[in-house]
């Protein structure tokens, strides 16, 4: 049995609400009316609107931007882009790629790659055109994740089945059901990124896990397949024993460093369902279309797990799930820990929606009436991240953004346990959230700032040598001379009688122009005189007839 | 040695030129209102406190009583202090800039600040000696940069919390001091 | 008449002192505006009604400036500023111009634009890429939407429009305050969504 080294704070006996959801198995496949993939910024589109296209088929080319690749869930037709509501916490409407579903099985060609002969770079190139990114809530891409194990530094393998927000259940239902696949593929794995250990680790209140997942180890030890270095894991249920952080420090004892990565300490985290979608694309070269989904909360008639096609509308997974049974007084995508609250039931289900929830409680930020802070220190008992949560409410709340970055407000993992604590249930997280948001945002400005200072130095530079040029040609023109003191001599030389010798045409030619010039002038004064009827002098033709003297 | 820790101790705890005595309360209030702040004062006033207590001595003894100009001491203290102050001033102008920014008019407002007048005047009638003085001086700014710092602390606390409209500001701050005054009653009886 | 002496030699000894310590630790020029000037926001906009930021930094390092006369900066640039130098905020001096809700940048309609220069003279950041007779743009990213351009424009072909949100950095808007609490002028009602 793994010696299990504990992890400070946290919140044991959490009212986990998992019965409904869990009393039936993963339910099948709903194909909406109409699919909307969100398009990240940057990223470009391969197909054109109006389009066919199949399932599998890739949709965009990430470019640099680091944003995986959306795959059609289905075969059906590709019909416009539009503004539709985004699953970010804002609520605003981002450009969608409408796909309407045509029913039809037709998918791409799939290549079959299998673990045996893969090598680290290939595993990466095939996670990558996947598009898979973490499943379990952050989003992270993974092939980005397994470049670590490019480096040599990987040590460990966890997998994480810890599904410590209440609510949430795919993960466990997708153990339950696929443990064999779930073994096999850790094995796979940690023989592929040789690391000395693997683990893939379940909370306790899930004992058919766990259980399934001994069972899958057992038989598949007689098969040959290196199982035997996979170390099964059950975790005392504590929230956030999920987060992998805190993961990493109660299987390892070690903590990740601030500002690093578990890679630092040669880990290498992998959410179950991550997992399963790496094997599908090296196994049936499938990409990443499909995820499960807990729908759950007091508001839905039959909470389950279902299958969901991304970009599935969240008002069409409920209603395959019977509905609503009374007003939901909030819609929440993600946990109701760390979930946020959604601003229209018509946005999609994307790679990391996890959970939906219909509560009938108002969110806890809009909660009335608000109750001051009674300074109990409830929330630093709670705090998994070591930090005090009730100094960071008064800094957040008053804007003392240095003291709150003093306080280590970015080691802050937003689990939400100090505000479950607080009798006074104030909603410290929205508080941290908005602090940092607006730290990152006076960051961003001064970096702006600099740098509009920097332009306008340089603009300031650069005309003042413009005029300094200018100032040094007009100075050269005037013979070095300074303004106003002309030489009649040297203006003589270049306006007029001491003129340099011209080229022949160019004499002809004046000349020409002078007499056509003095010609047309005579005809004026005639027609003048005609018109008039005085006399007046006609100019004489010839050279120097019109060149006035001493100027 | 006793008599020197006992010199320390009353006039840091007991008799705290602050709390109990109720000297120097201009830059106790107006650079308490942040930690650094207050660490910065606190260190100077301790450099001028003790420097101004010795050289105040120096002065009294060896200029003032054998002419018998006793009663000269107030100005001629004055005067050395200001000179002190001003020599303090531009010793942190050059050292830290950001500091003496910081401390802005608190910095030449030490030359008025009644403890560290109360010390040379204190020295004179309590006919201490020169050691005696000079751990004197050292003792009440100890004191006096203890106070300012715990005061400062709590005032940053009281700055982001939930005071009743009427208290906002100076009013909550003196009262702090009040019950700070009180709690350091406590050290009466520690030295006879 | 001693006294007299006595006092005069003792003052004569301290000054002497303390023209040495003034050689000894002469400081250099006041960096001040430097520090000033790193806070205000670089907008270049004239609204303090000075020619730009570092104009308006000296002049209040001199005093001869107050420190609420910047519109782009906002509340939050006075209170820093009033922390800077040590002396009580106040607010936004609403001669100099009102805060504005969001940010915006210059936008040159180029159907419209005659190609004139005389936009890209007047930015003071160089945000307006273009040459004579030919077409005008202005970069969004370096723009810091003082609204200099407008004015100079013959065919007023230049609009401010508002910042993208999310390109701009979406924030989490401020929780509700609570109900009962006095000193919170930094807190805001929370606004749709969360």
Redesign the interface.
């Known amino acids: 049995m793994t010696a299990l080294y504990g992890f400070r704070g946290g919140i044991a006996g959490l009212p986990s609400n998992k019965e409904g959801s869990t009393s039936q198995p993963i339910q099948p496949l709903v194909i909406p009316q109409r699919l909307y993939l969100p398009i990240d910024p940057g990223v470009e589109l391969l197909i054109k609107p109006g389009k066919r296209v199949l399932a599998g088929e890739v949709l965009t080319d990430s470019n640099a931007t680091k944003a995986a690749v959306w795959h059609a869930p289905v075969a059906g037709r590709f019909v416009e882009i539009v503004d539709h509501p985004a699953a970010h916490p804002s609520g605003r409407s981002d450009p969608a790629m409408v796909l309407e579903p045509d029913g039809s099985a037709d998918q791409v060609e799939f290549s079959e790659t299998g673990w045996t002969d893969l090598s680290v770079e290939r595993l990466i190139a095939i996670v990558e055109s996947a598009g898979i990114t973490g499943m379990g809530g952050a989003g992270f891409p993974t092939w980005l994740k397994l470049g670590v194990a490019e480096s040599g530094r990987l040590s460990t393998l966890i997998i994480n089945g810890v599904e410590c927000e209440p609510e949430i259940s795919c993960d466990d239902m997708l153990i339950r059901e696929q443990a064999d696949r779930v073994v096999v593929a850790t094995a796979k794995l940690a023989a592929l990124l040789q690391v000395e250990t693997a683990y893939i680790a379940v909370e306790d209140d899930s004992p058919q896990a766990m259980a399934a997942l001994r069972a899958a180890k057992a038989g598949h030890y007689t098969e040959g397949v290196p199982v035997g270095g996979v170390e099964l894991v059950e975790l005392p249920t504590r929230y956030p024993s999920g987060s992998e952080k805190q993961l990493i420090e109660n299987l390892l004892g070690k903590q990740v460093p601030k500002n690093g990565l578990p890679a630092d300490l040669g880990v290498l985290c992998l959410n179950v369902a991550t997992l399963c979608a790496i094997e599908d694309a090296v196994m049936k070269g499938q990409p990443l279309t499909t995820r499960v989904v807990t729908v759950s909360g007091e508001a839905v008639a039959r909470p389950q797990n279902r299958w969901a096609l991304f970009g599935t509308p969240v008002a069409d997974l409920i209603e395959s799930c019977g509905g609503l049974t009374a007003k939901a007084e909030n819609l929440v995508m993600g946990g109701p820990m760390m979930g946020f609250a959604l601003a229209s039931p018509q946005t999609p289900v994307i790679k990391t929606t996890n959970c939906i929830l219909a509560q009938n409680r108002p969110p806890l930020d809009k909660r009335q009436p608000l109750m001051p802070c009674i300074r109990c220190g409830d929330c630093v008992d709670v705090c998994p991240a070591g930090l005090l949560p009730q100094q960071l409410y008064w800094f957040a709340k008053s804007g003392e953004h240095d003291k709150a970055q003093r306080h280590n407000l970015f080691d802050c993992i937003e689990c939400g346990a100090c505000a479950y604590v607080c009798p006074s249930q104030l909603p410290l997280v929205h508080h941290y959230r908005a602090a940092k948001s607006e730290i990152r945002g006076q960051q961003a400005q001064r970096i702006k700032a600099d740098i509009a200072r920097e332009r306008m130095l340089a603009r300031d530079e650069r005309l003042a040598r413009r005029e300094q040029e200018a100032a040094e040609r007009r100075l050269l023109k005037r013979g070095g001379r300074k303004a106003g003191t002309a030489d009649p001599e040297a203006k003589k030389a270049v306006t007029g009688e001491t003129r340099p010798a011209m080229s022949d045409e160019v004499a002809t030619a004046m000349d020409r122009a002078k007499q056509l010039q003095q010609q047309a002038d005579a005809d004026e004064t005639r027609a003048s005189i005609e018109s008039t009827g005085e006399s007046v002098d006609s100019t004489e033709p010839g050279q120097g007839a019109n060149r006035e003297n001493g100027e | 040695m006793n008599s020197f820790l006992l010199i320390l101790v009353s006039t840091a705890l007991v008799n705290n030129f602050v709390l109990v005595k109720f000297l120097g309360l201009c830059p106790f209030m107006g650079v308490s209102k942040k930690l650094e702040t207050a660490l910065g004062m606190a260190m100077a006033t301790m450099f001028v406190l003790t420097l101004s207590s010795a050289c105040s001595y120096l002065v009294h003894a060896y200029l003032l009583q054998p002419f018998g100009l006793e009663y000269l001491r107030t100005i001629s203290f004055i005067l050395v202090i200001a000179g002190v102050v001003q020599f303090t001033e531009m010793f942190i102008h050059r050292t830290s800039p950001l500091l003496f920014q910081v401390l802005g008019i608190y910095l030449p407002l030490i030359t008025t600040n009644c403890a560290v007048l109360g010390v040379a005047l204190l020295n004179v009638k309590q006919q201490n000696s020169f050691f005696e003085s000079l751990l004197f001086g050292f003792g009440a700014s100890a004191g006096f940069a203890l106070v300012l710092v715990l005061f400062s602390a709590m005032r940053e606390r009281l700055e982001v919390a939930e005071v009743p409209l009427p208290f906002q500001g100076n009013a909550i701050a003196l009262v702090t001091a009040g019950i700070m005054s009180l709690a350091f009653m406590g050290f009466t009886g520690l030295v006879r | 008449m001693?006294?007299v002496v006595?006092?005069v030699a003792?003052?004569m000894v301290?000054?002497g002192?303390?023209g040495l310590?003034?050689v000894r630790?002469?400081?250099e020029s006041d960096?001040?505006a430097d520090k000033i000037?790193k806070v205000?926001?670089?907008?270049?906009c004239g609204q303090c009604g000075f020619p730009?930021?570092r104009p308006y930094a000296t002049a209040i390092s001199a005093g001869e400036a107050d420190i609420n006369q910047c519109p782009p900066g906002g509340q939050a640039t006075i209170d820093e500023l009033a922390e800077?130098?040590?002396v009580e905020s106040k607010p936004l001096n609403p001669e100099n111009g009102a805060e504005s809700e969001r940010p915006t940048v210059a936008w040159i309609d180029e159907a419209i634009c005659i190609g004139c220069t005389k936009c890209i003279q007047a930015c003071?950041?160089?945000?307006i890429v273009g040459a004579n007779k030919l077409m005008h743009t202005v970069i969004a990213d370096?723009c810091?939407g003082c609204d200099l351009c407008v004015e100079p424009c013959p065919v007023d072909c230049i609009y401010m429009l508002p910042v993208d949100?999310?390109?701009g950095?979406?924030?989490?808007?401020?929780?509700?305050?609570?109900?009962?609490?006095?000193?919170?002028a930094?807190?805001e009602t929370?606004g749709?969504?969360?």
């Not at chain 3, 205000?40 to 270049?44: A, S």
């Open positions: 001693v006294a006595i006092l003792l003052a301290i000054g002192v303390l310590a003034a630790f002469r400081v960096p001040l000037d205000l926001p670089q907008t270049q730009g930021c800077l130098l040590g003071p950041v160089d945000a370096e810091t949100e999310l390109a950095g979406w924030q989490w808007p401020q929780p509700q305050a609570d109900t009962r609490s006095t000193n919170n930094a807190v929370a749709n969504g969360q």
